[in-house]
């Protein structure tokens, strides 16, 4: 059965750091892509990074890239979200995901994501 548990959200002031977590069970991680989304109160849920599987290739929305860093441990089938300089833009429920596909292919991992995890909230403010 597969299963994505995610951790490590929680409060930061503006300009600080967290790093999110995705445990994954039931499947290999480095067998697929691994895609982290976001949603805010009030907005569609965006899709923000992804790594591919294998060759570990990522892939970041314009709203995060150069601040985000995606990656992940096979060893311990776990993917990883960095998050530096976040802003109060930022706060969003974040969660991951995969699907059947290996690779993050540009965007279009975005619309083949078929499991998910439960989320984390992140919340930046002063």
């Known amino acids: 059965q597969v299963q994505l548990v995610e951790s490590g959200g929680g409060l930061v002031q503006p300009g600080g750091s967290l790093r999110l977590s995705c445990a994954a069970s039931?499947?290999?991680?480095?067998?697929?892509?691994i895609g982290w989304f976001r949603q805010a109160p009030g907005k569609e849920r965006e899709g923000i990074s992804c790594?591919?599987?294998?060759?570990?290739?990522?892939w970041y929305g314009d709203s995060v890239k150069g601040r985000f860093t995606i990656s992940r441990d096979n060893a311990k089938n776990t993917a990883y979200l960095q998050m530096n300089g976040l802003k109060p833009e930022d706060t969003a429920v974040y969660s991951c995901?995969?699907?059947?596909?290996?690779?993050?292919?540009?965007?279009?991992?975005?619309?083949?994501?078929?499991?998910w995890g439960q989320g984390t909230q992140v919340t930046v403010s002063s």
């Open positions: 995901a995969t699907g059947s596909g290996k690779l993050c292919g540009g965007a279009t991992w975005i619309f083949s994501m078929n499991y």
């Open positions: 039931g499947f290999t991680l480095d067998d697929y892509a």
């Open positions: 790594i591919s599987g294998s060759d570990g290739l990522p």
